[in-house]
């Protein structure tokens, strides 16, 4: 089983709707939990980060994250064009103490198109 | 301009020819990672370092060394490529904010503009 799983995609959404983006992770220790978007041909930026269960938004972006079943998602309300683009989820996995917070594991991510 | 920069962006180089990608930060952040990104197989972690002479494995740091002199440098050094590096790296810098303390964007991670490496 890999660390982090996302579903590959592509995602199509027309204009305007709910994107969502989902993530399962293996280690139940896990601290923390990332969302990056990355353009073709860029590098990976920061959308969200959550690190306790429940909703967190940020404008039109909102991560929820469930330990107990070790789910994070992440929802794109009123989706644009500009929004497509490959998302990632990140987790920073329990470790050896200090040292472990350096440590993050990617999914593969998910292609998202936004068809206008 | 806050940045993390990469040098060289593209390189192809023969099988066992040693060489060194620089990635340097000056956003004076303790935390600097390497990463590769494959086709299929994500963005995946080689190195990473929580400050100054301290050091450890990701997920896949086998025919890589990294060294960490000075805070803002991480050079990522290949001894012996082999095709099967051939990929594109990532490297990136994060300043540890406790997470009671932080806003919306916890240990975020600033990634470098990446290198494309092509080993024949």
């Known amino acids: 089983q890999k660390e982090v799983e996302q579903n590959s995609g592509p995602l199509s959404v027309p204009e305007g709707a709910i994107a969502s983006l989902n993530c399962t992770y293996s280690d139940r220790g896990s601290q923390s939990f990332f969302w990056y978007r990355q353009y073709s041909g860029k590098s990976p930026e920061l959308i969200m980060s959550?690190?306790?269960?429940g909703d967190k938004e940020d404008g039109r972006f909102t991560a929820q994250l469930n330990k107990a079943s070790q789910y994070v998602s992440l929802l794109i309300r009123d989706s644009q064009p500009s929004d497509s683009a490959t998302y990632l989820c990140?987790?920073?996995?329990?470790?050896?103490?200090?040292?472990?917070?350096?440590?993050?594991?990617f999914g593969q991510g998910t292609i998202l198109t936004v068809h206008p | 301009e806050a940045q993390v920069t990469q040098n060289p962006r593209y390189l192809i180089t023969v099988t066992g020819k040693k060489l060194t990608v620089t990635c340097s930060q000056n956003?004076?952040?303790?935390?600097m990672s390497w990463y590769r990104q494959d086709p299929g197989l994500g963005l995946r972690q080689i190195y990473y370092s929580m400050n100054v002479e301290v050091t450890d494995k990701g997920d896949v740091p086998e025919g890589y060394k990294v060294s960490r002199k000075e805070k803002r440098n991480f050079p990522l050094i290949l001894e012996s490529p082999s095709p099967n590096q051939t990929s594109l790296y990532f490297c990136?810098?994060?300043?540890?904010?406790?997470?009671?303390?932080?806003?919306?964007?916890?240990?975020?991670?600033?990634f470098g503009p990446g290198t494309r490496l092509t080993v024949l």
């Open positions: 990140a987790v920073n996995p329990s470790g050896k103490g200090g040292t472990s917070y350096g440590k993050l594991t």
């Open positions: 956003m004076n952040h303790e935390y």
């Open positions: 990136a810098s994060s300043l540890y904010i406790s997470p009671l303390l932080a806003g919306s964007h916890y240990n975020e991670q600033f």
């Open positions: 959550i690190y306790s269960n």
